[in-house]
């Protein structure tokens, strides 16, 4: 993730050094003042850049999930880009704003150069001061409110889809007011071509077109509780074009305010049948809420699928050593994968270890242990409450020299088991996970 990043800084930033700093560096004396404007329109550009950055991403481009890797890693980035677009803009007003107002409290000296008359006002530069004002603040606001998490999640997906309005507003500020000096280098026209890049995101998501194309009607055939606070539906997409064992969709059950959420397929595909299966467990308001609101028949829409942690990304995966590790409704995407190995007529050749705990001794999933028997998979369950959390050793006891260890379950656990296996020696893209905090 630091690379995206790092490039997003130093590439405006290379070409506002190549173009623009000569110029202050030519002023004399060189002192706050002569700066202060270039520095204006320095972190204006840069905001501009990194918000354009953060709106294509976040209309979920195919492309670019192949590219970092899944949509977790995709929304991570967003996320990390979002709040970095909102410190350049709170430094962008700050370096207008702050030097006046001290200037006027007399706590500072000013310029000292006599104020140039004003003539008429001109009404689309006022309008672009105006808008660019009321957009950063709301900008910085939701901001705020994406990093509280107490604030619920249909509050913050509410709010979040105003920010392809900001875009707009922040993107029609920045280019009017860029300076015409800047327009005549390639400094305001490479600005111009990554505003646009954000305009059609931006109509996207105004519009919620985002994520259309690989949206698909489902029929709910069949709900079933197999256990306390565990919901199984098993749904029929039309025209689902197939997913990989372990990839999710984003569902929408048509509850109001809530949208789509998150949830991995529990299935295999077998187009032949054609149905998937999802297993929810209630861990909030709206997965608790979810049995109350689901009926038979019922038309759900399933967008996907997404994600690579496919068990694809392994180059021989039939050969080399794999470490699974599941906590609770992390069984999820190996039981896809378990079903997926039993119905291929290649066996694995490669040792798997799967280590699945709960903190009950849950009956689900049913026949899980004749299941991973077939598959050839080394099941290891682990009831918490009564065995005990599941120590290093049991997994650095079972690693091999090529094995990768993929883990699905709660994130603190994964950041923990990531930290000690790094530290027995695994390597860090050794390790598999995905990150479903997609706010």
């Keep these: 993730m630091k690379r995206p990043l790092t490039l997003l800084a130093l590439l405006p930033l290379g070409l506002w050094a190549a173009f623009a700093l000569p110029g202050v560096l030519a002023k004399s004396p060189a002192d706050f003042w002569a700066w202060r404007g270039p520095l204006i329109f320095l972190s204006g550009i840069l905001a501009l850049w990194w918000m354009s950055a953060g709106i294509v991403l976040a209309s979920r481009p195919a492309w670019l999930e192949q590219r970092f890797g899944g949509l977790d890693k995709l929304y991570r980035l967003h996320r990390d880009i979002g709040i970095g677009a909102g410190v350049l803009v709170l ?93 005549q280098t390639p400094i305001a026209w490479v600005s111009a071509l990554v505003a646009a890049l954000g305009i059609l995101p931006a109509l ?149 270890e799967l280590f699945y705990c709960t903190r009950d001794p849950l009956t689900y999933p049913s026949e899980l242990e004749a299941h991973c028997r077939a598959a050839g998979i080394h099941l290891h369950r682990r009831v918490t409450e009564r065995d005990g959390p599941l120590g290093i050793e049991a997994i650095t006891a079972k690693l091999e020299a090529e094995s990768t260890v993929w883990f699905c379950g709660p994130a603190q656990w994964g950041d923990l088991l990531a930290q000690k296996l790094q530290a027995a020696g695994l390597a860090t893209s050794a390790f598999r996970r995905e990150h479903f905090e997609f706010r």
Aim: glycine share 12%; hydrophobic share 45%.
């Design 91 to 183: 430094l962008h007003w700050q370096i207008e704003w702050l030097p006046k107002t001290l200037v006027k409290a007399g706590l500072i000296a000013g310029s000292g150069r006599p104020r140039r008359p004003r003539g008429d006002p001109d009404m689309l530069i006022e309008a672009a001061k105006f808008i660019g004002e009321w957009a950063g603040y709301l900008l910085l606001a939701m901001v705020v409110i994406a990093l509280i998490r107490r604030i619920p999640y249909h509050w913050f997906r509410q709010i979040h889809k105003g920010f392809g309005a900001l875009f707009l507003a922040g993107a029609f500020h920045g280019l009017v007011l860029m300076p015409g000096s800047y327009w």
């Design 204 to 352: 996207l998501s105004l519009t919620g077109r985002i994520g259309r194309n690989r949206q698909r009607t489902a029929c709910i055939e069949s709900i079933h509780q197999p256990a306390d606070g565990l919901l199984e539906i098993v749904c029929r997409p039309q025209g689902w074009p197939g997913h990989r064992a372990g990839q999710f969709v984003l569902a929408d059950f048509g509850m109001p305010r809530e949208g789509h959420h998150p949830f991995t397929l529990a299935s295999a595909w077998d187009a032949r049948q054609g149905t998937l299966t999802l297993c929810i467990k209630a861990l909030g308001d709206f997965t608790q809420a979810l049995p109350e609101h689901l009926t038979t028949g019922q038309s759900i829409q399933l967008e996907g699928p997404y994600g690579h942690f496919d068990f694809a990304a392994e180059t021989a995966v039939d050969r080399d050593p794999q470490i699974w590790i599941a906590g609770g409704i992390g069984i999820t995407p190996f039981l896809a994968r378990i079903e997926e190995i039993r119905k291929s007529p290649h066996r694995l050749r490669g040792k798997v």
